[in-house]
C-alpha cells in the first residue's frame, strides 16, 4: 500500500514540470540576417530549439536555433530567407522536434518536413520519435552475430556484412553507386527499408524510386530532400530518415537505411558551421561536422535486447576518385565497420557491380562466416590483387607464363572469379549462391 506522503511526492513531481513552465508566449523580433541565418532579440532558447517566424502570411515560418551572439539567437530557416521581413516575430515552439511515426509511413516518400511528396495525403501517424534520435549505451546493444544478406555476389563473398552493421560506398561521380543501392534495397533481407537521399538532383529522386526501388517500394520509406533544399533542410532530411529507422528498430524490426550521401550532409553542416561563425578547417569543413558525422552514423547498429536492428549503408562521394586525401571520406573509414570502394576502370571495363575487390572490406566478417569462407576470401582477394596489378604488362603482351606463379593462377582462374563479382542488376545473388560461387573459383583445389 502507497503512503500519503508517497502519493503527494509523486503527484509533486507531476505537477512541478507545468508550474515552472512559462504560461505565457513570448516573442522575439528579427533585428538583422547575416547570409543565411537572422539575428533575433528579446527571446531565450536553447541551441536546436525549434521556431516559428511570423512573415504575415497564412502559416509561420520554420527555422531552428544554431548559435548565441551578443545577447541573440542565431536562426536559420527551414525553408530559406525568401519573405522574412526586418522586425517579424519570432517564438518558440519546442525546445527539441519530435516528428510523428507509424505504420502509414510504409510506400511514402517525405520531404525532409514530413510533408508528402507523391501526392497523396499526410499518412496518419501517432508515436512521436526525437528527430536527434535515442542514445543506446553501448554495453546494451545486441552484437554483430547474424549474416546480412544484400543479395549481391561480390559483397555476399568477398565483403561480408552483419546484420547491425554500418557500411560505407565509397565512388566518385558516375560509376553507378545509385544502381548498387538499388539492387540492396530491393535484395536485402530486411522488414523495412529506409532510404534517405540527401542532395540529390531532383531529376534522379523520381527515377530510383521508380526504376531502381522497384518490388522494396511497398516497405519502403524515401525521405527525399534534394538539392535545391536549404542547408538545414539537407541536415533534417537525414536526421528524419535516421529518426524513421530508430522508430522501427525500437518496434522489434530489422532496418536497411541507405543514406545517399554522406558527403552531401557533410556540405551541410558545412554551411551551417560556416555561417554561425565557426572557424574552417581542413578543406574548408569545421571540426564540428566531423563530430556530427560520427554521432550520425552511430544512430544505427543494432538495439538492445527485445529491439530490432539498423543496418545502414551510406553512400561517400570521393573528389577525382581521390579516396586517401578526402576528409569526410577519412573521417568514414574510421567511424564505419566497413566499405565498399566502386572503380571507375571497371566501370568503363563493363564490369558491374564495378566493386574494387582488393580495396574493399568488412570488419565483422571474420566472426560471421566459416573458416573455409574466410580462407576462399582471402585467396580470392591475393589473386584478384595480383590481376590488377600486372593488367597493363599482361594487355601489352610482356608477361611470360612461368614467372609468377600466383599471377599464373590469377590468369587461369580468371573466368570463375569474373563470374563473382560480374551480376545482372536485376537477378539477386543470395548468400548460399556466392559461397558456391566462390568455392567454385577453387574447386580444382579442394578436391
Same mark, same amino acid.
Given at each position: 500500500?502507497?503512503?500519503?506522503?508517497?502519493?503527494?511526492?509523486?503527484?509533486?513531481?507531476?505537477?512541478?514540470?507545468?508550474?515552472?513552465?512559462?504560461?505565457?508566449?513570448?516573442?522575439?523580433?528579427?533585428?538583422?540576417?547575416?547570409g543565411?541565418?537572422?539575428?533575433?532579440?528579446?527571446?531565450?532558447?536553447?541551441?536546436g530549439?525549434?521556431?516559428?517566424?511570423?512573415?504575415?502570411?497564412?502559416?509561420?515560418?520554420?527555422?531552428?536555433?544554431?548559435?548565441?551572439?551578443?545577447?541573440?539567437?542565431?536562426?536559420?530557416?527551414e525553408q530559406?530567407?525568401?519573405?522574412?521581413?526586418?522586425?517579424?516575430?519570432?517564438?518558440?515552439?519546442?525546445?527539441?522536434?519530435?516528428?510523428?511515426?507509424?505504420?502509414?509511413?510504409?510506400?511514402?516518400?517525405l520531404?525532409?518536413?514530413?510533408?508528402?511528396?507523391?501526392g497523396r495525403?499526410a499518412?496518419?501517424?501517432?508515436?512521436?520519435?526525437?528527430?536527434?534520435?535515442?542514445?543506446?549505451?553501448?554495453?546494451?546493444?545486441?552484437?554483430?552475430?547474424?549474416?546480412?544478406?544484400?543479395?549481391?555476389?561480390?559483397?555476399?563473398a568477398?565483403?561480408?556484412?552483419?546484420?547491425?552493421?554500418?557500411?560505407?560506398?565509397?565512388?566518385?561521380?558516375?560509376?553507378?553507386?545509385?544502381?548498387?543501392?538499388?539492387?540492396?534495397?530491393?535484395?536485402?533481407?530486411?522488414?523495412?527499408?529506409?532510404?534517405?537521399?540527401?542532395?540529390?538532383?531532383?531529376?534522379?529522386i523520381?527515377?530510383?524510386?521508380?526504376?531502381?526501388?522497384?518490388?522494396?517500394?511497398?516497405?519502403?520509406?524515401?525521405?527525399?530532400?534534394?538539392?535545391?533544399?536549404?542547408a538545414?533542410?539537407?541536415?533534417?532530411?537525414?536526421?528524419?530518415?535516421? !529518426?524513421?529507422?530508430?522508430?522501427?528498430?525500437?518496434? %522489434?524490426?530489422? /532496418? @536497411?537505411?541507405?543514406?545517399? &550521401?554522406?558527403?552531401? #550532409?557533410?556540405?551541410a553542416?558545412?554551411?551551417?558551421?560556416?555561417?554561425?561563425?565557426?572557424?574552417?578547417?581542413?578543406?574548408?569543413?569545421?571540426?564540428?561536422?566531423?563530430?556530427?558525422?560520427?554521432?550520425y552514423?552511430?544512430?544505427?547498429?543494432?538495439g538492445?535486447?527485445?529491439?530490432?536492428?539498423?543496418?545502414?549503408?551510406?553512400?561517400?562521394?570521393?573528389?577525382?576518385?581521390?579516396?586517401?586525401?578526402?576528409?569526410? !571520406?577519412?573521417?568514414?573509414?574510421?567511424?564505419?565497420? %566497413?566499405?565498399? /570502394? @566502386?572503380?571507375?576502370?571497371? &566501370?568503363?571495363?563493363? #564490369?558491374?557491380?564495378?566493386?574494387?575487390?582488393?580495396?574493399?572490406?568488412?570488419?565483422?566478417?571474420s566472426?560471421?562466416?566459416?573458416?573455409?569462407?574466410?580462407?576462399?576470401?582471402?585467396?580470392?582477394?591475393?589473386?584478384?590483387?595480383?590481376?590488377?596489378?600486372?593488367?597493363?604488362?599482361?594487355d601489352?603482351?610482356?608477361?611470360?607464363?612461368?614467372?609468377?606463379?600466383?599471377?599464373?593462377?590469377?590468369?587461369?582462374?580468371? !573466368?570463375?572469379?569474373?563470374?563473382?563479382?560480374?551480376?545482372?542488376?536485376?537477378?539477386?545473388?543470395?548468400?548460399?549462391?556466392?559461397?558456391? #560461387?566462390?568455392?567454385?573459383?577453387?574447386?580444382?583445389?579442394?578436391?
Open positions: 500500500m502507497i503512503s500519503t506522503e508517497r502519493i503527494r511526492e509523486m503527484a509533486g513531481a507531476r505537477l512541478r514540470p507545468a508550474l515552472v513552465r512559462d504560461p505565457v508566449l513570448r516573442f522575439g523580433r528579427i533585428v538583422r540576417s547575416n543565411e541565418v537572422l539575428h533575433a532579440s528579446g527571446i531565450r532558447a536553447p541551441i530549439a525549434r521556431c516559428l517566424v511570423d512573415t504575415g502570411e497564412k502559416e509561420a515560418r520554420p527555422a531552428e536555433v544554431v548559435g548565441f551572439q551578443a545577447g541573440m539567437l542565431l536562426i536559420m530557416p530559406g530567407m525568401r519573405g522574412i521581413t526586418r522586425g517579424a516575430r519570432v517564438h518558440v515552439q519546442s525546445d527539441s522536434p519530435s516528428p510523428l511515426m507509424g505504420e502509414g509511413l510504409l510506400d511514402r516518400v520531404d525532409a518536413r514530413g510533408q508528402p511528396l507523391d495525403p499518412p496518419e501517424l501517432t508515436h512521436p520519435w526525437p528527430l536527434l534520435g535515442q542514445s543506446i549505451n553501448p554495453m546494451a546493444r545486441a552484437r554483430i552475430t547474424r549474416v546480412f544478406d544484400v543479395g549481391v555476389s561480390a559483397i555476399n568477398l565483403a561480408t556484412m552483419g546484420r547491425g552493421m554500418r557500411i560505407g560506398l565509397f565512388a566518385g561521380s558516375g560509376v553507378g553507386k545509385t544502381t548498387l543501392l538499388g539492387m540492396m534495397a530491393q535484395h536485402a533481407e530486411a522488414d523495412v527499408v529506409v532510404v534517405g537521399m540527401i542532395g540529390e538532383r531532383g531529376r534522379e523520381r527515377e530510383f524510386i521508380e526504376d531502381h526501388l522497384g518490388t522494396a517500394r511497398a516497405r519502403s520509406v524515401v525521405v527525399a530532400s534534394a538539392a535545391d533544399d536549404t538545414l533542410g539537407r541536415v533534417h532530411g537525414a536526421y528524419r530518415a535516421a !529518426a524513421i529507422a530508430e522508430y522501427w528498430r525500437a518496434q %522489434g524490426r530489422h /532496418v @536497411l537505411l541507405v543514406v545517399d &550521401s554522406l558527403t552531401r #550532409l557533410a556540405m553542416l558545412r554551411e551551417i558551421g560556416l555561417a554561425v561563425g565557426e572557424p574552417p578547417a581542413t578543406k574548408g569543413y569545421p571540426p564540428s561536422v566531423f563530430g556530427a558525422l560520427a554521432a552514423v552511430e544512430r544505427a547498429g543494432n538492445t535486447d527485445g529491439q530490432g536492428s539498423i543496418t545502414a549503408i551510406y553512400t561517400v562521394l570521393v573528389e577525382g576518385d581521390d579516396h586517401v586525401s578526402d576528409p569526410v !571520406a577519412d573521417t568514414a573509414r574510421s567511424v564505419l565497420d %566497413g566499405h565498399i /570502394v @566502386l572503380s571507375r576502370s571497371l &566501370s568503363e571495363a563493363a #564490369l558491374y557491380p564495378p566493386i574494387d575487390v582488393s580495396a574493399s572490406l568488412s570488419r565483422p566478417m566472426s560471421l562466416v566459416s573458416k573455409a569462407h574466410q580462407r576462399f576470401a582471402a585467396r580470392f582477394r591475393t589473386l584478384w590483387a595480383r590481376r590488377q596489378e600486372k593488367q597493363d604488362i599482361i601489352l603482351g610482356a608477361y611470360a607464363p612461368g614467372r609468377d606463379p600466383i599471377l599464373d593462377e590469377a590468369i587461369r582462374r580468371a !573466368a570463375l572469379m569474373e563470374r563473382v563479382v560480374r551480376q545482372n542488376a536485376h537477378e539477386p545473388v543470395n548468400l548460399l549462391q556466392s559461397l558456391a #560461387l566462390l568455392e567454385a573459383v577453387f574447386a580444382e583445389v579442394t578436391t
